[in-house]
């Protein structure tokens, strides 16, 4: 399954004059790797990319029935803070995936820190946004290249 199995990450917040873009280069990623034979998605459902990456994986498996959207999830209070519509779209998402994990049950320390560890521990690919060298985003992406995954870049493709 992990050689079949794609992760995302990316930071929260997407230029709004670049969404468009980044949107169009993540959809031709992720049907690339598709025809790579790639079928299972994970996302870690937080604001910004993941979410963008989540309704591309559900738009795209309109096309290509197979895929998977899989959801892990650092805890179930994860989105407390948001907005309502916010909510409701993660709500959505999670209601149309193919399968969610929880990390831990309520906030902890650490428990982003896990999430990413396990987006990248059950992958061999991740496509990414990555503008900054610090950060949840960094730190993940530097985790998946260390453990071998290949790593698209959106952020370079989209400049």
């Known amino acids: 399954m992990k050689k079949q199995t794609c992760c995302f990450t990316g930071h929260r917040k997407i ?28 996302a870690g459902g937080a604001l910004g ?15 290509y029935p197979q895929i998977k959207l899989i959801l892990v999830l650092p805890c179930k209070t994860q989105t407390n803070s948001w907005s309502e519509n916010d909510k409701a ?3 959505s998402i999670k209601n ?12 902890t320390y650490g428990c982003m ?5 396990n987006l990248v521990d059950y992958s061999s690919y ?14 993940t992406v530097k985790y998946a290249k260390s453990n071998g995954l290949s790593v698209i870049n959106l952020a370079l493709k989209c400049q």
Request: hydrophobic fraction near 30%; aromatic fraction near 12%; charged fraction near 25%.
């Open 15 to 42: 230029p709004l004059e670049q969404y468009k873009n980044i949107e169009e280069h993540l959809k031709l990623e992720i049907t690339n790797m598709i025809h790579q034979d790639v079928i299972y998605f994970r």
């Open 49 to 63: 990319f993941d979410t963008m990456a989540a309704q591309s994986v559900l738009e795209l498996r309109k096309v």
């Open 89 to 91: 779209k993660y709500e």
């Open 96 to 107: 149309a995936c193919n399968e969610y994990i929880y990390i831990s049950d309520k906030y």
């Open 113 to 117: 820190h896990k999430r990413n560890r």
């Open 126 to 139: 991740c496509i990414c946004y990555l503008t900054k060298h610090s950060g949840g985003t960094a730190y």
